[in-house]
């Protein structure tokens, strides 16, 4: 898959240490913050011949809020940002689909090795599940959100799938095998930071060519550059930022944090409307 060749060909070049495969460290979902996880409701969804987990936090039919992780997996950061959005304005109902079926990476070599062995085409199966899932239990509309490998799905979703009613996207970008933006169906938000590194997935460049490609779709859509800031700019929970340092990501804006979740507020509650 071109996506996760880009992603993994910008994280060779950060100075990471790497532990090798065969001492694995991927942890199990009990590892993930207690506080954070005591919060969810546990569920699993069905889709042909598959079961997968998900994660539900929120008042119930309320609109609804497709969550995808980054590489790492479910991991504490995007439960972190699911809870966010459950209590945007009148409330949400946020759900997280795991796609790496239980498996969460500690450090970028594992992340790659799990984000490789994604079967891309399957997550958006498991997304349109989600989607079909929340609007069967209660949610009106349903949107899809997701950061880095997410926000590429996220996107190839609102081009994907027909169910989607808006989408908010961060820092990542669909390859055009798995998904055309020009043919997105769904409204598409954007965000990018102007100092990403992941060149041909996040940086300023696949940021323009994403918003060329939106403009020729036809459907709503923004795409916004937040000046001073690097790949997964939106972590902000003390663990995200010493990871990020881990990555050489030093930045710290809140104020960048802060604008990026009143757009997603206003774009959610535009093509959602309020519970």
Partial sequence: MA??????????????????????????????????????????????????????????????????????????????????????????????????????????????????????????????????????????KVGVTGYCMGGALAIASGVLVPEVDAVVAFYGTPSSELADASKAQAPIQAHFGELDSFVGFADVTAAKSLEEKLKASGVAHEVHIYPGCSHAFMNASPEAVKRRKSMGLTDENQGAIDLAWSRFSTWMGRFLGSA
């Fill in 3 to 140: 996506t996760a060749r880009l992603l993994l060909r910008s994280a060779s070049l950060l100075p990471l240490r790497r532990s090798p495969l065969h001492s694995s460290r991927f942890q199990p979902r009990a590892a993930m913050a207690s506080d954070a996880a005591s919060q969810f409701q546990k569920i699993q969804i069905q889709r042909e011949d598959t079961t997968f987990d998900a994660y539900v936090v929120g008042k119930e039919n309320a609109p609804g809020v497709v969550v995808l992780q980054e590489w790492w997996g479910v991991d504490y950061e995007v439960k972190n940002h699911a809870i966010h959005i459950s209590q945007i304005g009148d409330g949400y109902r946020a759900l997280i689909p795991d796609l790496y079926r239980g498996k969460v990476a500690l450090e970028v070599a594992e992340a790659q090795h799990l984000m490789e062995g994604l079967d891309w085409q399957g997550a958006i199966k498991d997304i349109q599940a989600s989607v079909k899932w929340l609007k069967e239990n209660g949610s009106p």
